[in-house]
């Protein structure tokens, strides 16, 4: 081990002799207020989207400890602010606008921790605030709530590498928690930070009770949904196939992962923070996690994971590129192009949020979108639930009394059973992911109205067939066999 590496392991106050610079709360509260009010705003724009659709209904109307794809946090969170407030597309979306606005806080935090004063709290708020996470925000899903979740792990774990204040560990753990409520990718960050932590120090956080004592926490607190897991045969450990199976080739997948940082400002203060995490002397400290990171980037790539992953490391590198790139002795005029490129960067990240008229056709620049491409999704699910609704109400009272509507896939089953009241249709099934776990259809349903695309998929079951809308919707009569027997032959993931 070099001097230098044995200096990091052997002093545990070496971090802490180290005052940080005061918290430049003006400012980056403003940003942090602009992207809340900015999501906020557009917040009304178009209608659900087709995951949001399946949160809400599965946790209001098939609340569990558990499901297919995810665990119970964001689902439950979803059918409750319906309940409370139906139909508000503001108060739905709220928390991820929240989430969202914190990230900008903690991301600055993060930049004071690491030695950075006004300007670089600024810069780093500034770059979480025109990344892509603030895209993605627009909608609530487990992968608008998580990235927040590692930012304040990470934020943490940086605090702690300063201070050696073990309470942050216990903290730490309980984010943790959440995020293991959200989804379970987080452990893949902890096992990354040990491991490296273990090799490149500080080792001592290994050995810290109140590390340990955070884990339990979070161990604790999952055991609902393992338990639901493990009694429903482990579904969610299918959803590594699922997700392998749409992964769309390490070239995509890398320009994505890059370009969900923020064209312009986001991906030089990502690969200049990353860079200088690994090279700089002031920043040695937090190395460990900076590997930690990479690692777990590795990882994601290996097993075919989603690009948008990706978007929980961001936070780490915007702070460290923001701290290193103020303290270069640069020129004096270097602060103008630095905030015109902010600028872009964030009339970028505006218009990739739904703050086009509906009717704009949706407008793509190579991987870069308009928000126009938030109504092809949005208003499209509504229409298909609306189509299903005025064909089983057009179905003659006797047809329809002992008739089950059933969708192929997941997204048009909870669009047309949040959409379906209006027209006399309560329950809506499917065999596919998570919807396959909520029932089956009743003995009565002897009759089914399909909507999807393959009309083979419920065929051997059925007497009889009749397309009603060409492509889209077909009647199947004639029940030939129980739901039991069927249901277990139409699980699809």
């Known amino acids: ?35 809340a009010a900015v999501l906020v705003v557009t917040s009304t724009r178009y209608a659900h989207g087709f995951d949001e659709l399946y949160f809400l209904v599965a946790g209001r109307d098939h609340p569990a400890w558990g499901y297919f794809d995810q665990p119970p946090l964001v689902p439950l969170l979803a059918g409750t602010l319906d309940r409370l407030f139906p139909g508000s597309l503001i108060a739905f979306r709220a928390p ?15 930049a004071r921790e690491l030695g950075g004063g006004r300007g670089a709290q600024v810069m780093a708020a500034g ?27 990470v934020f943490l774990l940086v605090r702690w590498t300063r201070t050696r204040r073990d309470g942050l560990l216990v903290w730490a753990g309980v984010v943790t928690a959440v995020s293991l409520e959200t989804k379970f990718l987080i452990p893949a960050l902890w096992a990354a930070v040990l491991l490296s932590a273990l090799v490149l120090g500080p080792r001592q956080l290994l ?40 992964f769309p080739g390490y070239l995509a997948f890398a320009r994505d992962g890059l370009l969900g940082a923020g064209v312009g ?49 961001y936070s780490l590198p915007f702070a460290a590129a923001a701290t290193e790139f103020s303290r270069r002795k640069l020129v004096r005029w270097w602060k103008t192009p630095v905030w015109l490129a902010f600028v872009l960067s964030a009339a970028v990240t505006v218009a990739g949020l739904p703050v086009w008229p509906a009717s704009m056709k949706a407008t793509t620049f190579g991987p870069l979108s308009l928000g126009t491409v ?28 002992q008739t089950a509507v059933y969708s192929e896939i997941y997204p048009f089953a909870a669009a047309v059973e949040y959409y379906g009241p209006q027209y006399g249709i309560d329950d809506v099934y499917s065999g596919h992911r998570g919807y396959w776990y909520f029932d089956r259809p009743p003995d009565s349903a002897r009759d089914v109205l399909f909507v999807g695309f393959d009309p083979n998929l419920l065929r051997p079951y059925f007497a009889s067939v009749t397309e009603v809308v060409p492509g889209l919707m077909w009647l199947y009569s004639g029940r030939k066999q129980n739901w039991d027997r069927i249901w277990p032959k139409v699980r699809a993931q």
């Not at 081990?1 to 003006?26: D, I, K, N, Q, W």
């Not at 290996?302 to 490391?313: A, E, I, P």
């Open 1 to 35: 081990m070099t001097s230098e590496g044995l200096t990091t392991e052997r002093s545990p106050v070496h971090a802490a002799a180290r005052e940080v610079e005061a918290f430049a709360r003006g400012p980056v509260f403003v940003i942090a207020v602009l992207v």
């Open 96 to 110: 991820m606008a929240l989430a969202a606005a914190a990230g900008v806080v903690v991301t600055a935090l993060t």
């Open 127 to 153: 770059a979480y605030a025109t990344s892509g996470l603030i895209v993605i925000s627009h909608w609530v899903a487990t992968y608008v709530l998580d990235p927040f979740l590692w930012t304040a792990v």
């Open 207 to 246: 050995s810290r009770p109140k590390l340990w004592l955070g884990g339990l926490i979070a161990v604790v607190a999952t055991i609902p949904a393992l338990v639901w897991q493990g009694t429903h045969g482990w579904p969610y450990a299918h959803m590594a196939d699922v997700v392998s199976a749409e």
């Open 265 to 313: 400002i986001g991906v030089l203060a990502l690969l200049y923070g990353v860079w200088r995490l690994l090279r700089s002397p002031d920043l040695r400290p937090y190395r460990y996690l900076a590997v930690a990171l990479l690692l777990v980037t590795i990882a994601v790539l290996l097993t075919h994971g989603r690009s948008y992953y990706l978007m929980s490391v």
């Open 374 to 401: 938030f109504a092809g999704g949005e208003t499209a699910q509504k229409e298909v639930a609306d189509g299903v609704g005025h064909t089983y109400a057009a179905l003659p009272p006797e047809v329809r009394k």
